[in-house]
């Protein structure tokens, strides 16, 4: 599997978001060779996951302002989703969002 010079991935359980990082050393930006790679990971809360969306005053606000972005994603998730079903593509409809609410 050939990655980019950045890779992120996030997983979530129980109230808790794993955030993954894989980096590719400068040194080497060939990927289709051999190369450095840098794993980070972090473990977030809910709430810390949620405040690390917003930037500069808005974080302070962040409970406040959430909402209205959590509809605006989920509107954005809907359509997209709808789309790609209209494209024949199945949506795993059991997917529970873990930060629904």
């Not at 050393?25 to 794993?39: A, C, F, I, M, N």
Request: no cysteine.
């Amino acid at each position: 599997m050939a990655l980019g010079v950045q890779s992120s991935w996030a997983l979530y359980a129980g109230g808790v978001a794993l955030l993954l990082q894989l980096r590719r050393g400068s040194s080497r930006v060939k990927t289709d060779k051999e190369g450095l790679y840098l794993l980070t990971w972090e473990f977030l809360s809910k709430e810390q996951y949620i405040r690390n969306m917003f930037t500069g005053d808005d974080k302070s606000r962040w409970r406040d302002l959430w909402p209205r972005l959590r509809a605006e994603q989920f509107e954005l998730r809907r359509k997209a989703e709808a789309e790609l079903t209209a494209q024949g593509i199945t949506i795993h409809e059991a997917y529970i969002d873990p930060f629904r609410g």
